[in-house]
């Protein structure tokens, strides 16, 4: 009985324990979501504006201009560009990622994938592990990303992927990824990053019409990478909100679950003591009484 006193007493602080490590864990992480969060509010109506305008011109543009960026080809190399985060304890938000990456692979390119000509560049740790495990051909050039989160580090990546595709050694590039809704809720998305995609025109819809100051080719090849670096930068910022939204919601879960598991574990402990102090009360009054008779 008393042994089993102890363990039940062990396993308590081990529970409380666990606990003061979930609830720190919840403080940081909403407090880097504060901050995570400001700074996707603030580029998400910037980078939204810069895409529609983007897939506006080239919707639009005539056909004696060539956009090698906008170029529609038939699909044999593809890239996919995953974006997870670098540590764990998340609740599912790597996971999803992940599955949600291996799915597009097997429903939209597994023809290419047969082939081997299916590449993907992680940026974070948690999926790059998990889909070289899983056997595909990716990349660590881009990982270490969320190490030193700035424009210049996400620009990098992006440029590579814009170089690579012009070279045509893709010929799409599509992005995996996190939307930040708020802290509870991430929407999984797959974005088509090149070729720059077009704005369906609708039935009867007029055309746009831009003027171009300065040369229309000059402003076109100055302005697309720039727009581009904006959207995957905003992708990068999108998915390190949802990773600390996801951390703080599942830090909470798991202090909650803590808190049950505690209750349990007292009523156990308080039953336990009941019985050994009536098994002692037992004994006593059985001695007394044998030493009466």
């Known amino acids: 009985m008393a042994g089993q006193l102890k363990e039940v007493r062990n396993r308590i602080k081990s529970v409380q324990s666990t606990q003061q490590i979930t609830k720190a864990m919840k403080m940081v992480s909403a407090a880097k979501l504060r901050r995570a969060q400001e700074a996707i509010v603030q580029m998400r109506p910037y980078a939204r504006k810069l895409q529609e305008m983007l897939s506006n011109i080239v919707s639009n543009i005539d056909g004696g201009t060539s956009i090698k960026l906008a170029e529609e080809r038939p ?6 560009i995953v974006i997870t985060s670098d540590r764990g304890l998340s609740g599912a938000y790597n996971s999803n990622i992940v599955k949600l990456a291996k799915q597009t692979v097997a429903e939209k390119y597994s023809t290419q994938s047969t082939k081997g000509s299916v590449a993907v560049w992680n940026i974070g740790k948690k999926g790059y592990e998990s889909l070289t495990r899983s056997g595909y051909k990716t990349s660590d050039a881009y990982k270490d990303i969320f190490l030193n989160l700035k424009f210049e580090t ?7 992927a814009m170089k690579a595709f012009e070279n045509r050694e893709f010929d799409a ?9 708020n802290a509870a809720t991430q929407k999984f998305t797959v974005e088509q990053f090149l070729p720059i995609p077009k704005v369906q025109k609708k039935a009867g819809a007029k055309k746009a019409d831009f003027i171009f100051e300065p040369d229309k080719e000059e402003l076109i090849a100055e302005l697309m990478p720039k727009i581009l670096n904006t959207q995957l930068y905003k992708a990068v910022l999108d998915a390190s909100a949802s990773e600390h939204g996801a951390r703080m919601t599942a830090m909470d879960k798991a202090s909650d679950n803590a808190n049950e598991l505690l209750k ?11 019985a050994a102090i ?16």
């Open 173 to 181: 590039v599509e992005l995996v990824y996190s939307e930040f809704k």
């Open 278 to 293: 009536t098994t002692e009360l037992t004994e006593i009054v059985s001695g007394a009484a044998a030493l009466k008779g």
């Open 154 to 160: 996400v620009q990098a990546a992006s440029q590579a």
């Open 264 to 274: 349990t574990l007292r009523i156990s402990y308080n039953r336990a003591r009941q």
């Open 75 to 80: 699909v044999e190399k593809v890239l996919l």
